[in-house]
Structure formats: C-alpha cells, structure tokens
C-alpha cells in the first residue's frame, strides 16, 4: 500500500506551521478523515489518473494548499544575486521554483527564457555573460536534464564562464512518485558535472540554500570564472515555509581579483623595457572593456606587437600594433615573450605536426623569456585536460592578467629611459607598416574566389561587413577563417566575445542567442555566423530567439559538411593509402541538402536562402537586417566553401 | 653518391608533364584538395595556402605532395598518380588572375 507524504517526519514538520494558513485558504473546516478502500497496487510507473482517484476526498489529508513555500524564497534569493535571465527547459524537480519566478517573481529578474534543450540553456548563459560580465540562471533536472546540460558546461568551464545553475531533485526517496520521479531522482546530482564545475552544494534547508547561493555566486564570479551549480531539493522548494521572517537573503561581498605579486611584475617590466622583439600574446586577457583598454596601455607604452588568440576581445583589429595575423614569425624572433591568460603556452611556443610520427619543435629562439599571468594557475582540475601541455615558463604569475595590468603598466613607465622611448618609437613605425601591408594582403586574399559559388568565406564577410559597418554592431560567433578579424574593424569590447571554449559543437547557435538577449537591451546589432553542423545540435534555439523577440542577424557559414572532420578523416585516408573517395561518409551533411531558411521560419523567423550566387548575398542581408531592427530574429542561409 | 647526384639532377630536370586542366579541376575536387585550399584554389590561412596564382615548379609541386614538410597529408602514387598530379598542376595554371582589389568596391 501506498503511504501518504503525510507521514513523513519532514512533512509533519512544515504542516505544523502550515495548517492555520492552509484551513484560512481552504475556507471551510478542514474534512474529516474517512475510511478509504483500499489502495490497489500500481502497475509500474503508471500513477492512477482517471477522474474517480482524481475527485475522490484522499485519505488523512487536511491541508491542500498553501501561500509560502520554500520556492518562493529562492527566489527572493536569486532575485539578491541580481539574475536578469533563467533559461531552462521546464522540468517537474524545479516545478515549484518555476512556478515562484513567474508567479511570485512576476516572472522579473529572473525572467524565465524557454528553452528547446538543457545544452541551449547553459550555451544561452555562456554567451549571455560573455556580453553582460555577469552570470545568467539555469534551471534543469537534476538528472536528465544535467545530462543533456553537461556539455554545454563544460564548454563553459573551459572558457572560464561563470554561470548559475540550479537543478532540481527529490533527495528524500519516501517523498518521490512512483515512477518517473525516480529516475529523475539522484543521490549526488552534482557529480555528474563536479569535474568541470567550480564549486556545488546541496542545501538541506532553505537558509542553508540561501547561504550556499551567496557563496557559490562569489565563487564564480573569483578569477577564474567559472559555472556554479547548487541542488534545489524539490522538498525545500514545495514545503510551506512557517517563519520566512527568519530566513535571511545573505548579502554578498566579491573579492578582488587575484594580482600579479610585486617581484613578479617588477621582473616583467624590466625584461620588457629592455627587450628588442617583445612580443604581448593575448588569449582570455581582457574580462571587460578596462581589461582591453590596459593592454592598449601597455602595448603602446612599449611600442610591442600584440598577438591576439581570441579568447576575448583583447585588442583592436586596426590598431597599428596588432599583429596577429603574423604571430610565429613574431614568436620565432622574439626575445621575450608575455602571455596573458594562454590556453596553450606551449602550443604558442611550438610547432606541431599531426603525422604519421607527430612531432613538435620549439619555434623561439634560445635565450628567450617567456613570462605568464594567468589565473589558470589558481585552479587545475585533474581529470579533464584542458589544461594543455606543460610549457617552461621564465616568470609565472598565477593571478589574473587584467588585474595585474595596471600596476605592469606602472611599473614599466617607471623604467623607461629616452633612449628606450626612441627605440620603441623606431619599432612602432615598422609595425605600423607591417600592420597596413597585412590589411592590403588580406584583401588581396579576399579577392580570389570573390564570384566563386559556392561563396567564398571572404566574401561572405566582405558583404555582411558591408552592411553593419555603420551600426552598432557586436559579433558573437567566432571569426570564421579570420575573415573578419582581417577585414572588420573592431574596435569595442563587446564587438566579439570568443568562441566555445571546450570546443564542443552546438555552442555557437544557442551561444549567439544568449548574447542577443544581453546586447538587446543596449540596442546592439547582433550578428553571428552560424555553422550548420552547430546549428543542427540544437536548432530548437531558433524557436527561443523567436518566442521571446530577440533580435540577432544569423548569416549560414553554410559549407554542408563537419568540414574540421572532413580533414581529419582525409587525413587518415591519405595516411593509410586508401584514397580519398569516401572520406564524405559520415562527415558531410548532404543527400538532402537541409533548407535552413525553411528551419528557421517553421520556429517564426525571417529567413532568406539558400543563396549561391555571391550578388544575391548584400542584398538579403540587407533585407535581414531590416527585420532584426524590428526586434525579431532573421537567418540568412549561405552556401559556402569549405573554409 | 655519383648515382645519386645524377638522380637529383634527371628528377630536377624532369620536364613538365603535359596535363589537362579539366581533369585536374575534377581531380582537385574529388580528391579533397579543395577542403583545405578552397574550390578556386584561393587558400585559408586556417586550413591551406593559396595555389591560385602561387607560382612553384612541377618538380617542387610533385615533391611536397609525395612528402609534405609542413601539416598537409601525404598524396602517394597509390592515390594520385603521376598523371593526376600533373593535371592537377595543369588545373592550378590555368586559373586566372581575379579582378585587381581596386576594383571591387567592397575591398577598397
């Protein structure tokens, strides 16, 4: 038989407090308990739902309802740690949280964003905080749910993201349904993703929630950024509350972010004021705008060429002193060598190549110094590797680059001489050269293939820079084959905001989404350039951009195949003498072609496509942007070469 | 060592195989050359250079498919043979030059 919650210690704890205020809603005396007939067994996972058990008076049960549940105070709690957003897909673990944000919350900071997919959600975060600088909610299963989420986390780990994420689950196992609730039930919901999170926590009462959710938001929010996730025991969230007077929301204190120790930067500033070839390379180095406004100092001050890997937008496209796009020959020639905030020192310093026998060789010249801030120092997890291969390291600083900036600036201006300031004068002017003959040989690059269809890569960018050059425009994809690093001018922060991190495909479409709905309210013009095989992990996203009026251009990268696969398995092919006639299996997505403009409007965009002739491009951009500026979402999908 | 020195010097000497440029651009395409180097052989600098207008000899062309220094996978005889490679070659000729960058407006 069947025992009613009722009997639960815990329950009987809460309706103590709860029964005045559940008779008060009920409106008449509370019904007696009557004998019941017996309950019949339940066939396996199927709870009686016909209307007979649904009207029949249940046994011993005399509060029904009530106005103060646990939810209702995480949301009080959420709404202390400043969350605009919660995107989730909806999920019965959190039901009782959901229902407090729109209904208790007005559906207000956090407005509740639906989603198609748990991996849309958290990717929708990831891209939200790269334009915000803040963390959005995630609401997901415990289980389910966080499965289809994790990988999506992890991208978001591995780009140093913070997120919040709350998930649902029914610790208690006397109080679950039979059925469902029991595989959507876990012991430790967290260690499903507790490698690639930064800190969880499973609260067992609603002040311990409170103070975990304070905790945890401070965490993520500590250099090195990275997701939070806390559990809602579906129990503390449907539970009445009897005293919500003395709950306290906790009141939240950021520490600063980790500097660069004082001989560490000291060191730094006198190899770099008395280095010939410096050489500033920048991955993740600047979190905010500050951050890419200190490295213009610095580079500057020094007249030193800066590298920019992309992680962030570290540094202006046009600036005379960005030469990214001639990064080994200036690493080969350098004498010291600042890395700020590298995934990968070693892979910045090495060439590797990817044959039969791999083999790797340092690139830099002997003698050179190379010197670190990272605050991947502070934080190594174990199992995953994204940590990357163990580079020798001169001078290494294990806090975070933008927070040492100003006092490296510092310390370089006490050191220069004017004899010095000559020389890097000297140096800045060939740099300035060499940047303008990069721009001329990006065009003339640009130029080939410019009416080949499928279009041209370069083409494609052309047109739609074209086109947004005179908005207030953001990218929030990444820069396909550079294209616009080499032809844009970037000049804002918020004009691009890195790739996945993890690199794991279906980032970009829902990532692109979430950084939309942060630029909306700036008036931005967002603009991404989507991957097909991304789009076609979770294209449910379209449907969210369009349900909840988020205005994004989405121009197809279009090349109907996983074309990085495509090489690799042209790789093996070659490598095995077997040829290349089937390289296509498994690896193009073609037989049929998919019709994205189709896709897109079946979930309420404007769409235009598929266009082939590059002269039909501006002009659907064009038209797609006119309908982005109405508010709405719009996809123009574009048949593209390869890269 | 004689014979060898005569080797190098027949193989740098060996003339330019006649080729046809349809079949190369056939070739280019269903070999895969064009995953990495574009469809007008226009290159990336993500994937692979530009062939188009690159000038290199036939002998340095052969060489570096058969052993390539850098990344590029290696095209033995097994998979392409003298033939193709010089139909290849052919194809990588024949492209023309594109319009000069002051004439598109977009590149200006």
Known sequence: MRQSSKFSPTRRKFIKGAAVAGAATLGSPIAPAIESKPVQPLGPKVPVQNARAETEVPPEVDVLTTEHCGSDFMVDVLRSLDLEYVASNPGSSFRALHESVINYGANQKPEFITCCHEESSIAMAHGYSKVEGKPMAVFAHGTVGLQHAAMGIYNAYCDRVPMFIVVGNTIDATMRRPGVEWEHSVQDAASIVRDFVKWDDTPISLQHFAESAARAYKIAMTPPMEPVLIVADSELQERPVAQKDKLQVQRITRPGAPQGDSGGVAETAKLLVGAQNPVIVADRAARTAAGMKYLIELAELLQAPVIDQGGRMNFPSRHPLNQSSRGRALVSDADVILGLELTDFWGTVHAYRDQLERSWRPITKAGAKLISITAGDLYIRSNYQDFERYPEIDIAMAADAEATLPSLIEAVKRLITPDRKTAFQARGAKLATAHQSALEQAKTDASYAWDASPISTARLCAELWAQIKTEDWSLVSSTQSNWPARLWNFDKYYQYIGGSGGAGVGYGAPAAVGAALANKKYGRLTVNIQNDGDLMYAPGVLWTAAHHRIPLLSVMHNNRAYHQEVMHLQRMSNRHNRGLERASIGTTIEDPNIDYSKLAQSMGLYAEGPITDPKDLGPAVKRAIAAVKRGEPALVDVVTQPR | ?108
């Open chain 2, 1 to 108: 060592m004689s014979i060898l020195i005569a080797l190098v010097v027949v193989f740098a000497q060996t003339p330019t195989p006649r080729g046809n440029p349809e079949a190369g651009k056939a070739l280019f395409a269903k070999i895969g050359c064009y995953q990495c180097h574009g469809r007008e052989a226009q290159g990336s600098t993500a994937t692979g250079p530009r062939l188009n207008q690159n000038p290199i000899t036939y002998t340095r062309f052969v060489s570096y498919i058969r052993k390539p220094s850098g990344e590029m996978p290696p095209y033995t005889a097994k998979v392409v043979s003298d033939q193709q490679a010089a139909d290849i070659f052919a194809f990588l000729q024949s492209l023309p030059k594109p319009a000069a960058v002051e004439n598109i407006p977009l590149l200006k």
